[in-house]
Every structure is written in structure tokens, then in C-alpha cells.
T-cell receptor, first 115, second 118 residues
Framework: EAQVTQNPRYLITVTGKKLTVTCSQN?????MSWYRQDPGLGLRQIYY???????DKGDVPEGYKVSRKEKRNFPLILESPSPNQTSLYFC??????????????FGEGSWLTVV | AQTVTQSQPEMSVQEAETVTLSCTYD???????LFWYKQPPSRQMILVIR????KQQNATENRFSVNFQKAAKSFSLKISDSQLGDTAMYFC???????????????WGAGTKLIIKP
């Protein structure tokens, strides 16, 4: 079954304690991205990756890091989390080149609370 | 910069009624894609319907259809014979066609909370 898997799904952590949210897809997709969802703001892109070892900032990258060492994995790293990073996070993937590049697959979301 | 506006923060209708959610967008592009996503209480993002801007015919998926007005930059979603399971947040999103070098970014509206009452 084609899927994007995120872990953990729910996490409460303390300010400053480094954490990683993992994301893995089994569709051999080239493109992966991370979004955060906050009330009244829709989804905003944090980082994206167009292929292995190719990453770039989205609209709200401050406080986050990513890596893409393998095609299937795209972890989101919060080096020193702060309460304003409390949010719902989504990982997404899609095939690279057209014509299928507009078919997007989302993970189930990760609820992160920073206290 | 592209923007997407959903002017209805919340709507509620009776079961079996028809409801229309509005979405407007701003772009100078001529070729692009538009999407409606549904997010039920489980928070999963589910694609409802997709429209390519170069297609004049409005997309339809079972009870869901769109009214795509390219000149007006409007992309409304109509849900016919609404069901309790349609209760969810609905997001409109815009995307330029992907290229080998460009960001595949989706621009999202803020969402409309739709409540179907029994």
C-alpha cells in the first residue's frame, strides 16, 4: 500500500529538548516536504527536498532542520524546540517530474506540543 | 505572489442539503492546478477534487463538483446530498505546474469548517 508514515504521531516535549519527527514514503518519490498547520493559517511549508541531498527552505524554516540522505526518508529536526513550534505537522511526498507531479500523498500528521 | 482566500471560516447545513464553499486565488500564471482537500476530525488530509486550469470543463467526483471561473479566479466546491461524514475542514490549494527546477509548493487557504447537522 502506498503510504507516507510519520512518527511520532503525538508528542509533548519541553523547551530546548532536541527532537526528530521521522517521515518515510514507500513510493520512490523524488519530492518530499514538511508543512505545519496552525489555526486560521492553513498549511505552511517548512522545508522541501527535490531529491537525495537536495533540500531547500520553504516559507517558515526558522527553528527547523531537515536532511535527505535516502530517497525514502525525510526527517524534520527541531534542535531547540520552543512553544511557538507547537503545531500539527504534515509530511508529504509526490513524484518528481510531470505529468504526475501534482499527485500529493500526505502522512497522517504529527501533533507536537512544546511546553 | 500567489494567494488563496477562503472567505467562509465556518458553515453548517442540514444533512441532504447542498452546500457551496468558496475559494478565490490570485496569480499571474496561466497554467496551474487547484485542489480541494478535506480534513476530518482525524486530521488526515484527503484529496477531494482537482482541477487543471487549462481544462474548461469543471471537475466532478461523485457528490463533489467545482465551479471553476478562471477569469474571476474563483474555484468553489459544491457538495450535493451532504452526509454526516462530510463534516470536516475543507482547504482550497493552488499549485503551479511542477518543473524539474522549481519548488512544488502548494499555497493553501485558511480553510472552511463545514458542519453537517442531522
Amino acid at each position: 500500500e502506498a503510504q507516507v508514515t510519520q512518527n511520532p504521531r503525538y508528542l509533548i516535549t519541553v523547551t530546548g529538548k532536541k527532537l526528530t519527527v521521522t517521515c518515510s514514503q514507500n513510493m520512490n518519490h523524488e519530492y518530499m516536504s514538511w508543512y505545519r498547520q496552525d489555526p486560521g493559517l492553513g498549511l505552511r511549508q517548512i522545508y522541501y527536498s527535490m531529491n537525495v541531498e537536495v533540500t531547500d527552505k520553504g516559507d517558515v524554516p526558522e527553528g527547523y532542520k531537515v536532511s535527505r540522505k535516502e530517497k525514502r526518508n525525510f526527517p524534520l529536526i527541531l534542535e531547540s524546540p520552543s512553544p511557538n513550534q507547537t503545531s500539527l505537522y504534515f509530511c508529504a511526498s509526490r513524484p518528481g517530474p510531470p505529468p504526475n507531479g501534482n499527485t500529493i500523498y500526505f502522512g497522517e500528521g504529527s501533533w507536537l506540543t512544546v511546553v | 505572489a500567489q494567494t488563496v482566500t477562503q472567505s467562509q471560516p465556518e458553515m453548517s447545513v442540514q444533512e441532504a442539503e447542498t452546500v457551496t464553499l468558496s475559494c478565490t486565488y490570485d496569480t499571474s500564471e496561466s497554467n496551474y492546478y487547484l485542489f480541494w482537500y478535506k480534513q476530518p476530525p482525524s486530521r488526515q488530509m484527503i484529496l477531494v477534487i482537482r482541477q487543471e486550469a487549462y481544462k474548461q470543463q469543471n471537475a466532478t467526483e461523485n457528490r463533489f463538483s467545482v465551479n471553476f471561473q478562471k477569469a474571476a479566479k474563483s474555484f468553489s466546491l459544491k457538495i450535493s446530498d451532504s452526509q454526516l461524514g462530510d463534516t470536516a475542514m475543507y482547504f482550497c490549494a493552488f499549485m503551479k505546474p511542477p518543473t524539474l527546477d522549481s519548488n512544488y509548493q502548494l499555497i493553501w487557504g485558511a480553510g472552511t469548517k463545514l458542519i453537517i447537522k442531522p
